[in-house]
């Protein structure tokens, strides 16, 4: 499995970014792909996490903010982020948590990690 982010960048604050996330392997439905972040200093959190039966999982500080979607036919999932703020700052990871899986965003569920991308906003 590889896993291959795009998409960020720096925006001014007000701004919107969306990420990109393309999958290459074995998939599953009940598979959960997901975003992390992790800002300087900090320790790695979770985002938001959805499969292919669309469930999704936010954090309740991005709730409203940012949208989880995915392209099954591509195997890209995809994080919509507007009215982007300079706590939202950070270097953003997709995971890839496999079957079973209940996508919860605790970090040992996830056995596998793109490079991550940055997102910076000012």
């Known amino acids: 499995v590889q896993l291959v982010e795009s998409g960020g960048g720096s925006v001014q604050a007000g701004g919107s970014l969306r990420l990109s996330c393309v999958r290459s392997?074995?998939?599953?439905?009940?598979?959960?792909m997901a975003w992390f972040r992790q800002a300087p200093g900090k320790e790695r959190e979770g985002v938001a996490s959805?499969?292919?039966?669309?469930?999704?999982i936010y954090a309740p500080s991005v709730k409203g903010q940012f949208i989880i979607s995915l392209d099954v036919a591509i195997n890209t999932h995809y994080l919509q982020m507007d009215n982007l703020q300079p706590e939202d700052t950070a270097k953003y990871y997709c995971a890839l948590c496999q079957w079973p899986c209940r996508g919860f965003l605790f970090e040992h569920q996830y056995g596998y990690w793109g490079q991550g991308t940055q997102v910076t906003v000012s």
């Open positions: 959805i499969n292919e039966y669309n469930a999704t």
């Open positions: 392997g074995p998939t599953h439905k009940s598979d959960y």
